[in-house]
């Protein structure tokens, strides 16, 4: 039997990260092996919802085929009244798990209390926590960054940790090379951070194990 899980993603931007969540999950289909028993499962990007009309990801929603929901956080007079809206719309879509790819929003107890929430954040957590990330990981004196996927709660970027990655720093490298270098490692961590999270193998691995 096919068990399918809705999910959404959440974004304000470029959306590269919402982009390969897309291509790397969506109706894809996966196992989960527990207590000696395998249920199939398939995940369903089943939309996306963007808070910024001008957002480039909302062209690449367009491209993957995937609805988009735009929704304007300046029309809304609180933060509550604009979650209470996104939570409305992601109910009316049945969804049970929501991602986030560049949200750059403060989410409210009102949202996260109302969904399973997974977030990426550009930084080596509890380290660096904030929109500047990648450039105070750049400028620390650490010899490393990274790349964390994690629970939301109503605390910022302080949710449990599913998976994280240090990524080292280079000798004479610019701040542009690091940075593409974190991204690089989030279109790689990302969805095995959700599968990991959600208890999901593909089927090739369950096989490896029977061998």
Sequence with gaps: MLTLIRCAILFSGNGSNMQHLIESLHHKRFKSTQENTTQEYEIEITLTLCNNPSAYGITRTKNLGIPCEILSHKNFATREDFDKAM???LHIHKIRYVFLAGFMRILTPYFTQS????NIHPSFLPEHKGAHAIKD????SASYGGVSVHWVNEELDGGEIILQEKVAKLPNESLEDFEYRIHECEYNLYPRAILSALNLRMQTE???TKG
């Design 115 to 118: 969904f399973s929430i997974i």
């Design 87 to 89: 939570i409305h719309i």
């Design 206 to 208: 369950i096989d490896s």
């Design 137 to 140: 990981s750049f400028y620390s």
